[in-house]
């Protein structure tokens, strides 16, 4: 058995997990738990906030407009969905959309943490405020860090963040549209890089089929 598949296999069995998971209050709630999709093996990760009402339907991440433009970003540099592996920190959608709650991001964090350390990927984009600040660890808006990757160590595995604008928000404001565009440019030469060995920020560079879990293999 290689590598690849013992961390698929464990993969799944943390979304068994997960599908089940009555940790905190939103499993009275949701319709759904939203784990994630894509390549279970990506070197590419992004991570948003929670499921919106469309996600909480359908159980899979970024499937409405919002959606649709991470797509429309993904081609703009060569890549498809397929390539990437989406998450959220919250696997269940907060009533309302409201802000994430401190019970419900740690009962999720050993999640998405699992996600990380089995998935292996190289960069982690963070979409919007919210994900940034948490993945970071830092209070700095998105607006002062957006575009420039900076070196963590998430589940056990040092990888390159790069924070960027929630794709909503390139919906609402062309100009922010503009900026997804731009620091998107720099995924590519991230993806070239080695592995970071320290914390210090870096500045950026200007068909499988899925199985039933929304994985791709």
């Known amino acids: 058995m290689t590598d690849a598949t013992v961390r698929r296999d464990a993969l799944v069995e943390v979304y068994n997990q997960a599908s089940v998971c009555e940790l905190c209050p939103l499993a009275e709630t949701r319709n ?33 407009r919002a959606g649709g433009f991470l797509t ?23 009533p309302g ?18 996600q990380v350390e089995l998935i292996e990927p190289r960069i982690i984009g963070t979409l919007g405020n919210f994900a940034t ?17 900076q070196e963590h160590v998430i589940g056990g595995r040092p990888v390159y963040l790069l924070p960027l604008f929630h794709p909503a928000a390139g919906l609402r404001t062309p100009a922010v549209a503009d900026q997804l565009r731009q620091d998107f440019e720099a995924i590519p030469g991230l993806l070239e890089r080695a592995l970071p060995e320290g914390p210090e920020p870096i500045a950026p560079e200007h068909e499988r089929e899925p199985d039933q879990l929304g994985f791709f293999g």
């Open 32 to 64: 759904s738990v939203v784990f994630g999709a894509g390549n279970a093996d990506a070197d590419l990760m992004f991570v948003g906030e929670a499921p919106g009402a469309e996600e909480d339907r359908q159980g899979l991440p970024f499937v409405g």
């Open 72 to 94: 429309e970003l993904l081609a703009g540099i060569g890549l498809k969905r397929e390539d990437v592996f989406i998450a959220n920190v919250l696997k269940c959608r907060p």
């Open 97 to 114: 959309n409201r802000d994430p709650e401190g019970e419900e991001i740690d009962s999720c964090r050993p999640y998405l943490e699992s």
């Open 133 to 149: 600040k948490l993945l970071t660890g830092n209070p700095t808006g998105i607006t002062r860090v957006r575009g420039t990757a």
